[in-house]
């Protein structure tokens, strides 16, 4: 079945930029995106982007997409601690309604 | 626009209990889904509801049910509560139509069974 992964931990320092990966499988995956949990909270959509697409900004963010290697980056600049959160990925074929998720990145921002 | 809803914010039972989650969508939202999440499996799907039907189905045993109302509230329920359904449970609405579908989530409920 569909799967993603995702590495489990990141570790960066404040200001810099923290690049969180993610693979997948389904190679007839649509819609990609990249969900953020704050402590004591749900998830909430950060940005997604179309499988037809490469490259997609905005503002502090940026998701890159392999379609080839099924690889998916999100790249976040200046980092804060404010940013210290659970990055989730998840993908959906356009047939579905449900998205599959990976286990989450813990990204760990120190000053 | 308020937000998913999600009732009670923590829960604590025995093993044994049942125990019966609630969500409310936000408004003019048609599908509710629900996941578990726990530290050792990440985020697992167990069902969706859309316009008071079941249309998506996870991997969970029958022990876990839910339903959805007229007015897009869900509520899930676990029946005889084993130690292993100790988890946060989450809710999401979208409108359940094509698109981008975004689901927006709930804060989830923290249950612990003992």
């Known amino acids: 079945g569909e799967d993603v992964e995702q590495s489990l931990f990141l570790s960066v320092r404040e200001g810099d930029s923290s690049v969180i990966n993610c693979t997948y499988t389904d190679s007839s995956s649509t819609y990609l995106y990249w969900y953020k949990q704050e402590p004591g909270a749900g998830l909430q959509l950060l940005t997604y982007i179309f499988s037809n697409m490469d490259m997609k900004q905005d503002q502090r963010l940026t998701v890159l997409l392999n379609k080839k290697d099924k690889h998916l980056s999100l790249r976040i600049a200046d980092t804060q601690t404010g940013d210290s959160a659970i990055y989730f990925c998840?993908?959906?074929?356009?047939?579905?309604?449900?998205?599959?998720f990976g286990r989450g990145t813990s990204l760990i921002v120190h000053p | 626009k308020a937000g998913v809803t999600q009732t009670p914010r923590y829960l604590i039972k025995t093993r044994g209990q049942q125990v019966t989650l609630s969500c409310s969508p936000i408004s003019g939202h048609r599908s509710v889904s629900w996941y578990q999440q726990t530290p050792g499996q990440g985020l697992q799907f167990l069902f969706e509801y859309f316009s008071e039907t079941q249309r998506n189905k996870g991997n969970f045993p029958g022990r876990f049910s839910g339903r959805q109302f007229s007015n897009s509230r869900s509520e899930m329920n676990v029946s005889t509560l084993e130690l292993g359904d100790s988890a946060l449970y989450l809710c999401a609405s979208s409108s359940g139509s094509g698109g981008i579908n975004e689901q927006f989530f709930g804060p989830g409920t923290r249950l612990t069974v003992l």
């Open positions: 998840a993908e959906r074929e356009g047939g579905s309604y449900i998205p599959t």
